[in-house]
Nanobody, 118 residues
């Protein structure tokens, strides 16, 4: 049974930083793509950043240059370093594993961690 648990969310002032972590309960195939997603109230869930098994990363345009995705070693922890936070970054952040181009393709999801930016 695979579980993903996010942590590191909280309240921060605009311009501040947070580091999100996602711990996975067991080792998953190293080729899996991992991702961070977010959902603000009244909005659809959107992709924030992904990292593939070969280390290739993608970022939403809105977070490029401010957020950095990374993995621990072994690859059972996922991180999202968020700098220069803006009020529009406020949302519930989710990590997910083993997916493709579409959000709905991700197999494993965490319960989310709340990020508030004032």
């Amino acid at each position: 049974h695979v579980q993903l648990v996010e942590s590191g969310g909280g309240s921060v002032q605009a311009g501040g930083s947070l580091r999100l972590s996602c711990a996975i309960s067991t080792y998953i195939f190293s080729g899996c793509r991992w991702g961070w997603f977010r959902q603000a109230p009244g909005k659809e869930r959107e992709l924030v950043s992904t990292i593939s098994g070969d280390g290739t990363t993608t970022y939403a345009d809105s977070v490029k240059g401010r957020f950095t995705i990374s993995q621990g070693n072994p690859k059972i922890t996922l991180y999202l370093q968020m700098n220069s936070l803006k009020t529009e970054d406020a949302a519930m952040y989710y990590c997910a594993a083993c997916g493709g181009e579409r959000i709905a393709s991700y197999v494993y999801w965490g319960q989310g961690t709340q990020v508030t930016v004032s």
